[in-house]
């Protein structure tokens, strides 16, 4: 079943745990949402936005010591604070020499990075950039829905044309359901899931400040699209 508030993730395992700062998301209530203006907690808005964030997460991460390999790149799509990245590179010590890398467009999450040897963030856009071209691994949360619909599929071709034999593209995007019956009951839902945590007027004002950035998609189209560029194996994980 597919809906405008379930979370599709393509490609479950243990998790790794990550430490999810606690904050009151209610301070915030008249702080217009935006990227830039939640950079300094995004990890810990999100976690509170969408139910099991914190769980895909940590499978993210485990499921990625099954992909990287030694003298190979990792890529992290719209890696925001970098978290993930940094926690995907500390689990995977079977490798020594294998590269790192976090892109993200908003230059606001810079200063939340902490690099090393091999890990390293830029600021870029994932469309035009140039990527490695001996991917092992590529990951990309909820950041496809709000590239323009006339890249993601140049951009997918992009990253399987640059992943070695056995690599792996893992993301997690929010999808629309085929029924508008079934849409409308999971929209309510997951509104009432918010309200835990943010008020009602937070709620509104994060869908009007997201509605020219968000371009959402349906299941069978982006499953479609990666058959299209060549991928052979596709399985959907994580529902929520």
Same mark, same amino acid.
């Given at each position: 079943?597919?809906?405008?508030?379930? &979370?599709?993730?393509?490609?479950?395992?243990?998790?790794?745990?990550?430490?999810?700062?606690?904050? !009151?998301?209610?301070?915030?209530?008249?702080?217009?949402?935006?990227?830039?203006?939640?950079?300094?907690?995004?990890?810990? =808005?999100?976690?509170?936005?969408?139910? #099991? *964030?914190?769980?895909?997460? !940590? %499978?993210?991460?485990?499921?990625?010591?099954? +992909?990287?390999?030694?003298?190979?790149?990792?890529?992290?799509? #719209?890696?925001?604070? #970098?978290?993930?990245?940094?926690?995907?590179?500390?689990? !995977?010590?079977?490798?020594?020499?294998?590269?790192?890398?976090?892109? %993200?467009?908003?230059?606001? +999450?810079?200063?939340?990075?902490?690099?090393?040897? =091999?890990?390293? $963030?830029?600021?870029?856009?994932?469309?035009? /950039?140039?990527?490695?071209?001996?991917?092992?691994?590529?990951?990309?949360? +909820?950041?496809?829905? +709000?590239?323009?619909?006339?890249?993601?599929?140049?951009?997918?071709? &992009?990253? *399987? %044309?640059? /992943?070695?034999?056995?690599?792996? @593209?893992?993301?997690?995007?929010?999808?629309?359901?085929?029924? #508008?019956?079934?849409?409308?009951?999971?929209? @309510?839902?997951? *509104?009432?899931?918010?309200?835990?945590?943010?008020?009602?007027?937070?709620?509104?004002?994060?869908?009007?400040?997201?509605?020219?950035? /968000?371009?959402?998609? !349906?299941?069978?189209?982006?499953?479609?699209?990666?058959?299209?560029?060549?991928?052979? $194996?596709?399985?959907?994980?994580?529902?929520?």
């Amino acid at each position: 079943m597919s809906e405008e508030d379930k &979370k599709l993730s393509l490609v479950t395992t243990e998790g790794e745990e990550f430490d999810i700062v606690e904050y !009151n998301p209610n301070d915030d209530e008249d702080l217009k949402f935006s990227f830039s203006n939640f950079s300094s907690k995004f990890d810990e =808005h999100i976690n509170k936005s969408i139910r #099991g *964030y914190s769980d895909l997460r !940590n %499978d993210v991460v485990s499921m990625s010591k099954y +992909f990287i390999e030694e003298d190979t790149s990792v890529l992290d799509i #719209g890696c925001s604070q #970098g978290s993930m990245l940094r926690k995907i590179k500390e689990v !995977n010590t079977q490798v020594q020499r294998t590269n790192y890398l976090g892109v %993200d467009v908003n230059e606001d +999450f810079k200063q939340h990075w902490i690099e090393d040897d =091999h890990l390293k $963030y830029v600021i870029d856009d994932i469309v035009t /950039m140039d990527i490695p071209n001996d991917l092992s691994l590529v990951t990309s949360l +909820f950041t496809f829905q +709000f590239i323009p619909e006339r890249h993601r599929l140049p951009l997918m071709k &992009k990253i *399987y %044309d640059n /992943m070695i034999e056995g690599g792996s @593209f893992i993301f997690s995007e929010k999808t629309l359901s085929i029924s #508008g019956k079934i849409q409308n009951m999971m929209d @309510f839902i997951y *509104y009432d899931y918010k309200r835990q945590f943010f008020t009602d007027k937070q709620i509104l004002d994060k869908e009007q400040q997201l509605r020219h950035l /968000m371009k959402l998609t !349906n299941e069978d189209l982006l499953i479609k699209q990666l058959l299209d560029v060549g991928f052979r $194996y596709i399985q959907p994980f994580w529902r929520n």
